[in-house]
């Protein structure tokens, strides 16, 4: 804040940050986007009020590539890849120039719906691409921009099988920019956590739990006592480790020694090379259970998901558009401040794409339902759905073309981007 003493007014360095004038394209970039405002809207609304699984997000895919297709310029590819529900928007200016891309994802979550606002992801992303074709066709831009609908974020990484296939190696992209909504700061510094999902199951013996007990190997004990010893490894874990779970089969009935017990588990930790660590001693856990008790044990690797490394320059670019668009409130012109801000134990596939190109993650603000709750949360689902969240979805969408045009048009800017994220990677 500002403070005025004896006579002086004093500016904080972070506060000098926000008083930039407006930068260049932004007025340009904001009338367009508000111009086709009412034809986004139905977009969105149709992916919220359709909430679809990972890879089954057939609505969505149908109701974005038909919008794509109907903008001029924009080449469709639908079900790319090999996935019925992935798709790929090029806008090709037809000169030599980096190659900026958009992730658009598309899925729910199982029985609460877009409770994580990926209609507001996607609608971000379009409107970012659609922004950014349009600042290269008036002002003759060379380069290109490419949208990838990403199926299945959900625990399904879609964005690592579209980078497996050579997605965006096909396509030479340079950098990669999305968004995420959620109900605290708004930010151009996310960091999220690297996660591993598995499955782990128990074999033991049948036996009359009442006559014969002596006779059985009790599966459900191995589970239970694995996930006792969990509970106690959290004392001992290190501030970012996470770790959950599920019993999804815990037996058949009361008087029939368990043969069989099942669960779904996630670990997390800030770094890949931290999660390493955490997962051994969770292994150690279950290993516990099936020595205890004799029962088989089975572990299944389901997923993982790479932290999110953050491009602080791609930040400062984003920063600089969405702080001149007149927030609420604005993300602090200090990085330091910005990643604590933007640091959460979420995990997402976009992390894979960070360590496989530049990255720009942003998070953003929208009003919560009456209990306050963020993502994940039934009340998160019907507060995506509303007015006010695509208009905040529209600002966010606004600075990404911003970061973009910024990446097309600023001599070296492409370069020290690389040269950051090589650093970033290296130092993760």
Request: glycine content about 10%; hydrophobic content about 40%; charged content about 20%.
């Amino acid at each position: 804040m500002d403070e005025q003493v004896d006579g002086f007014v004093f500016v904080t360095h972070e506060d000098a940050g926000l008083a930039q004038s407006e930068p260049g394209y932004l007025g340009e970039i904001d009338n367009f986007l508000d111009s086709i405002a009412d034809d986004l809207w139905p977009v969105n609304k149709k992916i919220h009020d359709n909430p679809e699984l990972g890879y089954e997000e057939f609505i969505a895919h149908e109701t974005l590539t038909k919008f794509m297709a109907s903008r001029p310029g924009w080449k469709v590819t639908p079900s790319a890849y090999g996935m019925a529900t992935a798709w790929v928007a090029v806008f090709d200016s037809g000169k030599k120039g980096p190659v900026v891309s958009f992730n658009v994802e598309m899925d729910a979550l199982d029985g609460i719906g877009h409770a994580c606002g990926h209609n507001l992801i996607a609608t971000a992303s379009v409107a970012g691409g659609l922004a950014t074709a349009e600042m290269m066709k008036q002002h003759g831009l060379g380069g290109k921009v490419v949208m990838f609908g990403t199926p299945a974020e959900e625990g399904g990484g879609g964005k690592i099988k579209l980078l497996e296939a050579g997605a965006y190696r096909d396509h030479n992209v340079d950098v990669n920019l999305i968004s995420h909504p959620g109900v605290v700061n708004d930010t151009a510094i996310m960091r999220t956590a690297a996660y591993t999902a598995f499955k782990v199951e128990y074999f033991g013996r049948e036996a009359h739990a009442a006559a014969s007990p002596w006779l059985g190997i009790n599966a459900l004990d191995a589970l239970i006592t694995a996930y006792n010893a969990l509970s106690v490894l959290r004392q001992q874990n290190m501030p970012g480790d996470v770790i959950q779970g599920n019993i999804s089969s815990g037996g058949v009935r009361p008087n029939v020694i368990h043969a069989y017990t099942a669960g779904n588990f996630v670990a997390r930790a800030n770094t890949q090379e931290r999660l390493k660590e955490l997962k051994k001693k969770v292994d150690a856990c279950f290993e516990a259970g099936a020595t205890a008790t004799g029962a088989t044990l089975k572990m299944t690797f389901v997923q993982s998901y790479a932290d999110h490394v953050p491009n602080r320059i791609l930040g400062h670019s984003y920063r600089k558009y969405f702080n001149a668009l007149s927030p609420p409130q604005p993300i602090p012109g200090n990085d330091d401040m910005d990643e604590i801000g933007g640091r959460t134990m979420a995990s997402t596939d976009q992390g894979d794409i960070s360590y496989a190109m530049p990255s720009l993650n942003a998070g953003f603000a929208i009003p919560p339902g009456p209990g306050g709750n963020g993502p994940h949360n039934p009340e998160f689902a019907e507060a995506a759905g509303t007015r006010v969240a695509f208009d905040r979805c529209l600002r966010v969408g606004k600075a990404l073309a911003g970061t973009a045009v910024d990446i097309l048009t600023e001599d070296g800017l492409l370069a020290e981007v690389k040269k950051e994220w090589e650093k970033d990677v290296e130092r993760n």
